[in-house]
């Protein structure tokens, strides 16, 4: 009886070696996460940042914008505090809002779509034409060294220094004024985008503008579209049509130019 005995003691043993391999095992994660596999990330609490991950997911990358530098900045840049406060719990749905001096900020796809169409190289300087209330120059201070932007209406040209700074965009430098001379002491600019709507191309933008650079502007009355102008090594520009939009009017000495000046292909 008693090699029985010595068996059963001896699978006893076994049985509770296995229990403590188990359970020493079960404390340091046993099966939970093999080498090399992503630990999971906590999950933002920040509501806004939750809003603008699903703004990009649904109206930006879902239209075509691919440019991982454009996404990452339109995750990041808080749109609601570009927008009046009544405005805020609306800032990112895929449509324009109305700010002050009976201007807009343009839709977020419409903001990414032409960040991307400038396609800036490292270390651009980049021009824009109508501050608005700031936005697009905080976006294109996320993928600019430097950024020169003018607005017409002074309020506006105020406020949106002023955020600027306050969220510190340092790389950003905001005048009161016309845009439609550009800013030639800061020229020539690898991008210039233009965020109201001529008839005609100024000139002055189109001397200010690099070789190979590009301007992204709206052009047209009540009927606009967006285009892509790249300048050529001639100082002619190539001209790419992209979509309809609705912008509003470029303002100042532009409503007095009758004679178009610019070369084109």
């Known amino acids: 009886m008693r090699p029985a005995l010595g068996v059963a003691l001896s699978w006893l043993t076994c049985l509770s070696c296995l229990s403590c391999l188990c359970l020493g095992l079960a404390a340091q994660g046993c099966g939970t996460r093999r080498e090399g596999q992503p630990r999971v990330k906590a999950a933002s609490n920040d509501p806004d940042e939750a809003r603008r991950a699903r703004m990009v997911d649904t109206q930006i990358l879902a239209r075509g914008v691919r440019?991982?530098?454009?996404?990452?900045?339109?995750?990041?840049?808080?749109?609601h505090k570009f927008v009046d406060p009544a405005e805020r719990d609306r800032a990112y749905e895929d449509h324009p809002l109305p700010i002050a001096g009976s201007q807009t900020i343009s839709q977020p796809y419409i903001v990414a779509l032409m960040t991307e169409l400038l396609a800036l190289p490292d270390k651009a300087r980049v021009l824009e034409i109508g501050t608005g209330s700031g936005y697009q120059s905080a976006v294109l201070g996320e993928l600019a060294a430097e950024v020169y932007?003018?607005?017409i209406v002074p309020a506006l040209a105020r406020s949106a220094s002023e955020k600027l700074?306050?969220?510190?965009?340092?790389n950003v430098t905001v005048r009161e004024g016309d845009g439609y001379r550009g800013w030639p002491e800061h020229a020539p600019f690898d991008g210039?985008?233009?965020?109201?709507?001529?008839?005609?191309?100024p000139q002055p933008l189109v001397e200010q503008l690099a070789v190979g650079g590009r301007m992204v502007i709206p052009v047209g009355g009540f009927f606009q579209e967006l285009k892509v102008f790249t300048k050529q090594a001639d100082g002619r520009l190539s001209e790419?049509?992209?979509?309809p939009v609705r912008f509003v009017p470029m303002t100042g000495e532009i409503e007095?130019?009758?004679?178009?000046?610019r070369k084109s292909d």
């Open 240 to 243: 790419k049509d992209v979509l």
């Open 165 to 170: 700074r306050e969220l510190g965009y340092t």
């Open 192 to 201: 210039i985008i233009v965020t109201a709507a001529p008839e005609r191309i």
């Open 149 to 151: 932007s003018i607005e």
């Open 67 to 79: 440019d991982p530098r454009v996404l990452d900045a339109m995750r990041k840049v808080p749109r």
């Open 256 to 261: 007095h130019e009758t004679t178009p000046t």
